[in-house]
């Protein structure tokens, strides 16, 4: 349902879960500029507003409101930035008191969204530098993770657009320079240019909810959105190397993929990527770890949003090109068919018992409703992906392996 124009309301009535729950979702298409300034509004919108001007009060009153959960995030998808923020909180039917919760957690999600603690077009000096220090503070930690720093090493070698590679330490360096005006404007323009979605995920009132959002000063705006990130292959292999006082060394490899979400051979890769490195019987696993007992981990990571299969390791480094050889043939192998039925349905096993359990999980349900815009109801229906999964034949998976190219090598080397 639309509200006015960029702005869509969606119902997914269910009384399958004790809670309810609204997110409001901005989409925007991903910008360095703004980048840094939407990951600390994301973190200001949870924190206080001119209601309830400080972090205890308005822990305060969502205690109140028999325990209702608050949260927001910032995070890329494909060549899209999006900011959530989050109500989950007990439904009438638990409750003594009947149809009131709901229209009071409206009352304070118009309060968080519309009545930012600011004044004088810019966000309150205190509160701001909290968050800009804890948001940065977290990026560090983040970073001093060998195998994220490696991951975001891998994304600046891998991807064309400068957007795409966000650098930590450049978004670091460009947090650090936001001020309480400058992410101001930005929330200002985000709430009256993003793509906006509102899903009320649970037991509503569908015409009393209409008419508390149109109480909200939400106006129509065109926003055109793109999920789905393409780049074109390239000849060139793109590597790098780094040393660092590590007690083991890490080894990243980049795939290209031509397949996308909600491409023909979508579920096919998907097989491909359990088949190589996403379960505990996939041969980067047995051949990699258990055979040859090069590796301490090793793994492999399909982002159809992105079109690239990410393989990496955690080795000695003494090992570096016999393990980058193997898990190489590994995905050769795929490729050749040299693979067995056994191994074929235990895959399809995997993904399906994870397609189920994300039907018992409220963000993935209101995630899926969020992409059937994007890409139809039909083809992200759980029973119909699990029919279609179930169909995927071995020459299907090899055809798709096929289409993988190395596009990007990072070796991070531990000084041991």
Do not use: W
Request: aromatic share 10%.
């Amino acid at each position: 349902m639309e509200l006015v124009p960029g702005i869509a309301v969606h119902f997914i009535q269910s009384k399958k879960f004790k809670t309810n729950k609204i997110t409001v979702r901005f989409t925007a298409p991903l910008s360095l500029e703004l980048i840094s300034s939407r990951m600390i509004n994301a973190s200001i919108l949870e924190t206080a507003n001119q209601i309830y001007p400080s972090a205890q009060l308005l822990k305060k009153r969502l205690a109140g409101l028999y325990g209702a959960d608050l949260s927001s995030q910032a995070y890329r998808r494909g060549q899209s930035h999006l900011v959530d923020v989050s109500l989950t909180y007990v439904r009438d039917e638990f409750l003594s008191k009947k149809n009131v919760l709901t229209s009071q957690i409206l009352e304070l999600l118009n309060q968080i969204l519309f009545s930012p603690l600011a004044n004088a077009g810019e966000f309150e000096q205190n509160m701001f530098e909290i968050e800009q220090k804890q948001l940065i503070a977290r990026l560090e930690s983040e970073l001093e993770d060998p195998f994220f720093f490696a991951h975001k090493e891998l994304d600046q070698l891998y991807f064309q657009e400068p957007a795409m590679q966000l650098v930590p330490k450049d978004l670091i360096s460009r947090i650090s320079k936001e001020t309480p005006k400058s992410s101001f404007s930005s929330f200002q323009k985000m709430l009256k240019e993003d793509k906006v979605d509102i899903f009320f995920l649970g037991d509503f009132n569908e015409i009393e909810i209409r008419e508390h959002l149109e109480k909200y000063s939400l106006t129509a705006r065109q926003q055109v959105v793109k999920i789905q990130y393409h780049q074109p292959y390239s000849n060139i292999l793109n590597e790098s190397f780094l040393r660092k006082n590590l007690g083991q060394s890490i080894l990243e490899m980049g795939y290209h993929s031509s397949i996308g979400y909600g491409d023909e051979g979508q579920l096919a890769m998907l097989l491909v990527n359990g088949l190589l490195g996403a379960f505990p019987h996939s041969k980067l696993f047995t051949e990699v770890r258990e055979k040859e007992a090069l590796a301490y981990t090793v793994s492999s990571h399909l982002d159809l949003f992105s079109g690239r299969l990410r393989l990496f390791a955690g080795i000695d480094r003494k090992n570096r090109n016999k393990v980058r050889k193997l898990m190489n043939e590994q995905l050769v192998a795929i490729k050749k068919g040299e693979f067995s039925d056994i191994e074929i349905h235990q895959t399809k096993k995997m993904i399906k018992r994870s397609l189920l359990l994300s039907k018992d999980n409220q963000d993935s349900i209101i995630d899926r409703e969020y992409l059937s815009q994007f890409f139809g109801k039909l083809g992200l229906d759980i029973h119909t992906l699990i029919e279609k999964l179930e169909q995927v034949e071995k020459d299907e998976i090899c055809e798709v392996a096929g289409s993988l190219r190395l596009q990007a090598i990072y070796f991070m080397e531990g000084l041991e």
